[in-house]
């Protein structure tokens, strides 16, 4: 039944990995001047996920949370929004399902379309909770960034997972109708089955980006969408830190609006937190910029925050939200925190061990050395089943 009450994301949680590798690191191996790293593309370091994490690992403990604050009795669907699949059939999702104890009257499904997918997740997961308002769905974005070695994208790496619980009457974020919505048949970044490393051709999914930035704008502008001016803050997709900032000034610059710098660093400064020090974690990003920028904000109460994700490929989307009273007691900003910091540092060759790690691709059974302190573990592979543990 169609119902008036506000839908929107209820809670948000993310999970990051076990290892972290600073770029400093990277540049001392690769003799890059670390103002490329620090200042060019706005990274510090990033995820590195150890043997025994994936995209379910990382999905469920991000989950683990949202299932312990709010139970599972509402939870008829989970969204699994990925573009670093494990497999060509199963959803991860259930997996996921699996490893939290989620009741089986519920639907599992996997999106995907690059970095787009939660964002899809999202505004499918808006549409079955308007249709019964007593249901909640869980979207998990889990993504893990990689690029062959030596790449230019390398730097760009990481990999996280953001759980949020989609509900009516929503204590964090009011999700707004209209959205701008677009879509283009573009070859800049793409992963072919037969590789387990991203193809990107780099200046080409910046022009790709900044021109879904027109075309959600344009789009989201003619469906009757807020003035530029209403917004208090702006959560782009950031493969690197830098390309939010030069998404925003395209906007600005698009919009014939004054580009200067303080205005562009209020607009965006509180969203590059975490997304900085973890590196690019695709579907995950965008949302991951949102728990940066409600953790660090001064009050937001009713201010509009505004969303473009951004999947290569390539489709985006720009949207609204609306900061909802009382928000601050529901944020998991010191878990947030402990996420980021209790990441172990690796050095340049522990890095590339982990970066080479992988199941053999003839079938054969594999035990995987057990490295996380996680929750949960990808133990193993045998008879081409993926084995996962809780810890
Ligand atoms: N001090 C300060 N800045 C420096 C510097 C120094 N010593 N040396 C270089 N820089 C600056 C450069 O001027 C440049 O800045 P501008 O872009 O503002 O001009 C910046 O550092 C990067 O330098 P290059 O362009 O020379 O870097 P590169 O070509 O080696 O790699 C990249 C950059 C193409 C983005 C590469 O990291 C890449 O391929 N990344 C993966 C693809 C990607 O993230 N694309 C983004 C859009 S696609 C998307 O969003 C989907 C997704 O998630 C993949």
Redesign the pocket.
């Given at each position: 039944m169609a119902t008036e009450s506000p839908i929107g994301i209820h809670d948000l949680s993310f999970a990051t990995t076990e290892f972290v590798l600073s770029h400093e690191e990277l540049a001392a191996y690769n003799g890059t001047?670390i103002?490329?790293y620090h200042?060019?593309?706005g990274q510090r370091s990033m995820s590195v996920p150890a043997a025994d994490e994936d995209i379910v690992t990382l999905g469920a403990a991000a989950a683990a949370p949202i299932v312990a604050r709010h139970g599972s009795d509402r939870i008829r669907t989970v969204v699994f929004a990925t573009e670093s699949s494990i497999d060509q059939a199963k959803s991860a999702g259930v997996y996921v399902h699996s490893l939290l104890g989620l009741p089986s009257a519920c639907r599992v499904v996997e999106l995907k379309q690059?970095?787009y997918g939660a964002t899809a997740a999202l505004q499918f997961a808006i549409g079955l909770v308007r249709r019964d308002p007593s249901q909640q769905v869980l979207v998990v974005a889990s993504d893990v960034?990689k690029?062959a070695l030596d790449s230019?994208?390398e730097?760009?790496q990481g990999a996280a997972a953001v759980a949020m619980l989609v509900a009516a009457d929503p204590a964090l974020v009011r999700i707004e109708d209209p959205s701008g919505v677009f879509t283009a048949d573009v070859m800049?970044?793409w992963r072919p089955n037969y590789l387990s490393t991203?193809l990107?051709d780099?200046?080409e999914?910046?022009s790709?980006?900044l021109q879904a930035v027109e075309g959600t704008w344009k789009d989201y502008s003619e469906q009757g969408g807020r003035p530029l001016e209403d917004f208090a803050a702006f959560c782009y997709?950031q493969?690197?830190t830098?390309?939010a900032y030069?998404a925003h000034r395209h906007l600005l610059n698009y919009c014939g609006r004054d580009t200067d710098k303080d205005v562009i660093e209020s607009d965006l400064g509180r969203t590059t937190a975490y997304n900085a020090v973890i590196g690019?974690s695709?579907t995950a990003?965008v949302y991951l910029g949102l728990a940066a920028l409600l953790d660090q904000a001064e009050d937001l109460t009713e201010r509009a925050v505004g969303f473009l994700s951004?999947?290569?490929g390539s489709v985006a989307e720009f949207f609204a939200g609306t900061v909802v009273p009382g928000y601050k007691e529901h944020l998991r900003t010191d878990a947030n925190r402990e996420a980021i910091d209790r990441r172990k540092p690796v050095d340049y060759a522990g890095y590339r061990e982990l970066h080479e790690h992988s199941f053999p691709t003839d079938g054969s059974d594999q035990a995987n050395p057990a490295q996380t302190s996680g929750p949960f573990r990808l133990a193993g592979i045998s008879d081409h089943k993926r084995l996962y543990e809780t810890r």
């Open positions: 001047e103002g490329k200042v060019g593309i690059a970095c960034s690029y230019p994208g730097a760009t800049d970044f991203a990107v780099g200046q999914s910046i790709a980006y997709h493969p690197f830098k390309m030069k690019n695709y990003s951004y999947g290569s």
